[in-house]
């Protein structure tokens, strides 16, 4: 008989949120690897963000979801509160006690961003005696905003809250985590820093999996996507994925090197159509940044910014109808964007710029999937001539094209043996 893990991922599908995707790829094979599932999540009508009902097909139908209440988002904003973890803890309580009366559970995994439910971990190992593991796709306490002096996303206020709560509830829930995943071994390596209490053996760098599935089921769904018109004659390249000023860096040497061309090769340039997609963290905002770099760099008419998130199959589309990827990468070293799977899985020419720690120039390079440029000191690193050679590798490709990737390499990438590595890792606590 399988052991039973509970997945804690507040912003499950429907809702199209980056922090379930290791979750919702790895649910095929769970049970193959020994693993019965259960998710605690929230019902999506309490929910804020972009509905993707799509989604939905992707779940096997042998996966148990308790759906938990909130307080909805249109009452607690009028008070100032919008953390999904302060309108729903108290019902995830209620959830999880109400199953455990005639249910078991022999382990729970954190796999999500709303850092503050982690703290039910030691709920419930203290109460019920299950050990619990931790995920983390971010960091939950930083100190990059404070050293880099950038605007952090919500506003300075709303960062220095989370910050405090973070100093006191981390190490109070990482002190009785049996183990930590990370996507990140900058991640880690961080922590271990900063708990001396925690062990090398604790940790296990674990990047997302490559969604193959949703890339078999994506033509049978006929998403028309509206960013653009693929066959309008024109070369859509495209960047799919949040913004942000730690993206500054490679943003702005994309655009001055696209300037520098364009002023030397106009006629290059006439039917090239950028596009960045789904920039902000926020449903509220809609400033459109990189369209105001890039109309700094006289860009502003080949460059378009479409802030909102759009429905996860309606990017993938985007990715596939696109002639060209590009991939911003961000000044912290540690960043590991796991956009790259869709992007080398939609089978176009990918032009990537990232700091050369990053995992993702990895990727890339040993799955020969495309042209990366990358950056260390920016103070001292100039990638313009670098990026010239590789903008006109892109601008010579034809809209056929179709990359040489080794896909034997791509396979550690992939979703099921990212969930076999998950699942060893579950085995490890049941057993002791």
């Not at 991922?9 to 094979?29: C, E, G, K, T, V």
């Not at 096997?60 to 008070?79: C, F, G, V």
Request: net charge neutral; proline share 6%.
């Amino acid at each position: 008989m399988n052991n039973r893990v509970l997945i804690v991922s507040p912003n499950f599908p429907p809702i199209n949120a980056p922090d379930h995707q290791r979750i919702r790829m790895a649910l095929p094979y769970f049970a193959e690897f020994g693993w019965e599932v259960t998710i605690l999540c929230i019902d999506s009508n309490f929910l804020e963000g972009v509905v993707d009902t799509s989604l939905d097909l992707t779940i096997p139908s042998n996966i148990e979801i308790i759906k938990s209440y909130a307080i909805p988002p249109n009452i607690s904003r009028k008070i100032g509160i919008g953390n999904l973890a302060f309108r729903s803890m108290p019902f995830l309580i209620a959830a999880i006690s109400k199953y455990l009366e005639k249910n078991t559970i022999d382990l729970v995994y954190f796999s999500n961003t709303v850092f503050l439910t982690m703290v039910l971990g030691r709920y419930w190992l203290e109460r019920y005696k299950i050990p619990y593991i931790l995920d983390f796709q971010d960091p939950w306490l930083s100190d990059y905003y404070d050293r880099t002096h950038k605007a952090p996303p919500g506003g300075k206020l709303k960062y220095k809250t989370a910050q405090t709560l973070a100093r006191i509830l981390e190490p109070f829930t990482l002190k009785r985590a049996s183990h930590i995943t990370t996507v990140s071994p900058e991640y880690s390596k961080m922590l271990r820093q900063r708990y001396s209490w925690l062990r090398e053996d604790q940790f296990t760098v674990l990047p997302f999996g490559a969604p193959e599935k949703d890339f078999e089921i994506l033509p049978s769904l006929n998403i028309q996507q509206t960013i653009f018109d693929p066959n309008d004659g024109c070369k859509h390249w495209v960047y799919v994925g949040r913004g942000g000023d730690d993206m500054a860096f490679s943003l702005k040497s994309l655009f001055s090197a696209i300037q520098t061309h364009r002023q030397l090769l106009p006629e290059a340039w006439q039917k090239i159509k950028l596009h960045f997609v789904g920039t902000k963290y926020s449903i509220f905002d809609h400033n459109k940044e990189i369209e105001a770099i890039a109309q700094s760099y006289n860009l502003g008419d080949i460059v378009t910014e479409y802030p909102q998130r759009i429905p996860y199959f309606e990017a993938l589309q985007v990715l596939t109808d696109s002639h060209g990827i590009l991939i911003i990468g961000s000044d912290d070293e540690s960043y590991s964007a796991s956009k790259i799977y869709p992007c080398i899985l939609a089978r176009k020419p990918i032009l990537a710029i990232l700091h050369q720690q990053s995992l993702v120039v990895t990727v890339i390079e040993s799955c020969q999937a495309g042209q990366v440029v990358t950056f260390n000191d920016q103070a001292t690193t100039n990638i313009l001539k670098q990026l010239t050679t590789k903008l006109n590798w892109l601008l010579s490709q034809s809209q056929e094209y179709t990359p040489t990737t080794d896909w034997q390499a791509f396979n550690p990438y992939t979703a099921r043996e990212m969930t076999r590595q998950q699942c060893a890792i579950f085995d490890r606590y049941v057993s002791s």
